[in-house]
Nanobody
Framework: QVQLVESGGGSEQAGGSLRLSCAAS????????IGWYRQAPGKEREGVAT???????TYADSVKGRFTISQDNAKNNLYLQMNSLKPEDTAMYYC????????????????????WGKGTLVSISS
């Protein structure tokens, strides 16, 4: 069982930056895919960025060049650095993971992820 706890959300103006963190309980599987998803009001949840256990990263087109996903050496913390924020980035952001599977060079559908945090809210004003 993997516990995921997000933090770092808040309110920011367009053009600003925020850094989200996800604290993950220790997991020892050698292969995993972990990442960030978001759900805007009235919309379906969508993938934002994922990272493999081998360090391969994938981004949704809407955030490429603005967001950076990373994890610490102990691989118990996941981060999402969000720059040049836009009002359309407003959403609840979730950390999600699947063990024993790669991301395979894409942001997996949410149905492929087995573990989810409760989310952290990001609100961007124009």
């Amino acid at each position: 069982q993997v516990q995921l706890v997000e933090s770092g959300g808040g309110s920011e103006q367009a053009g600003g930056s925020l850094r989200l963190s996800c604290a993950a309980s220790e997991y020892t599987r050698s292969i995993y895919c972990i990442g960030w998803y978001r759900q805007a009001p009235g919309k379906e949840r969508e993938g934002v960025a994922t990272i493999d256990s081998d360090g391969s990263v994938t981004y949704a087109d809407s955030v490429k060049g603005r967001f950076t996903i990373s994890q610490d050496n102990a691989k118990n913390n996941l981060y999402l650095q969000m720059n040049s924020l836009k009002p359309e980035d407003t959403a609840m952001y979730y950390c999600a993971a699947v063990l024993g599977s790669w991301c395979y060079g894409q942001v997996p559908l949410e149905s492929a992820m087995d573990y989810w945090g409760k989310g952290t809210l990001v609100s961007i004003s124009s």
